[in-house]
């Protein structure tokens, strides 16, 4: 076996040191929520805007950072909430409401990332597949992120929908006398640790 040169060692350690660099400038850390989701759906009826609020709900999710500790990346992102888990507090609206949603067959509501960019202006670009109702669409959204000292990642954002894409019937009050508007606004702020 051919020894190498010095010249050629040289080289090949710094081309091992580049490679261990680039391996370790994007490792993928877990995240998952702990303590804080703040979640808020927010609609119109006939009478007066509605409002239902929850503070439950579990996310995953895989983030990339460079060596110097910056976010560069989102490669998996999972993120379920308990439809039971949204409160007006109003009974006979969160009802309707829970009906409307088919709680029955379909507890939870869920997003699951299909792709996402981060850019230098702490904000997130993401695609993926929303289930509502037990429909599941394509959506994109942008979210918020921001660093914290204890480097916990705080997300939050917010996105439009309409309950007919996903099939929803928009609940109806009083006998029906009473209806909603169909557009509804999903506002989330949550945070993430290791």
């Given at each position: 076996m051919k020894k190498l040169s010095l010249s050629m060692k040289k080289k090949l350690l710094?081309?091992?040191?580049m490679l261990l660099i680039t391996v370790t400038s994007f490792a993928q850390v877990k995240y998952v929520t702990k303590d804080y989701v703040n979640l808020l759906v927010s609609g119109t009826s006939m009478l007066h805007d509605w409002?239902?609020?929850?503070?439950?709900?579990?996310?995953?999710?895989?983030?990339?950072?460079?060596t110097s500790g910056e976010l560069t990346g989102l490669s998996t992102l999972k993120f379920v909430t308990p439809v039971k888990g949204l409160k007006s507090g109003h009974t006979g609206m969160d009802n309707n409401a829970y009906n409307a949603l088919k709680v029955d067959k379909n507890p939870n509501i869920t997003f699951i990332l299909t792709t996402a960019v981060v850019g230098?202006?702490?904000a997130i670009k993401c695609n993926g597949k929303l289930t509502v109702a037990g429909f599941t669409k394509d959506v994109d959204l942008v979210a918020v992120?921001?660093?914290?000292?204890?480097?916990?990642?705080?997300v939050s954002g917010t996105k439009k929908l309409s309950m007919s894409d996903?099939?929803?019937e928009p609940p109806t009050f009083m006998m029906g006398a009473i209806k909603t508007g169909n557009e509804i606004v999903f506002k989330?702020?949550?945070t993430l640790s290791r």
């Amino acid at each position: 076996m051919k020894k190498l040169s010095l010249s050629m060692k040289k080289k090949l350690l710094i081309f091992l040191s580049m490679l261990l660099i680039t391996v370790t400038s994007f490792a993928q850390v877990k995240y998952v929520t702990k303590d804080y989701v703040n979640l808020l759906v927010s609609g119109t009826s006939m009478l007066h805007d509605w409002d239902m609020k929850s503070a439950k709900g579990t996310c995953t999710a895989s983030f990339a950072f460079n060596t110097s500790g910056e976010l560069t990346g989102l490669s998996t992102l999972k993120f379920v909430t308990p439809v039971k888990g949204l409160k007006s507090g109003h009974t006979g609206m969160d009802n309707n409401a829970y009906n409307a949603l088919k709680v029955d067959k379909n507890p939870n509501i869920t997003f699951i990332l299909t792709t996402a960019v981060v850019g230098t202006d702490s904000a997130i670009k993401c695609n993926g597949k929303l289930t509502v109702a037990g429909f599941t669409k394509d959506v994109d959204l942008v979210a918020v992120y921001k660093i914290n000292a204890d480097k916990s990642i705080t997300v939050s954002g917010t996105k439009k929908l309409s309950m007919s894409d996903f099939k929803v019937e928009p609940p109806t009050f009083m006998m029906g006398a009473i209806k909603t508007g169909n557009e509804i606004v999903f506002k989330f702020d949550l945070t993430l640790s290791r």
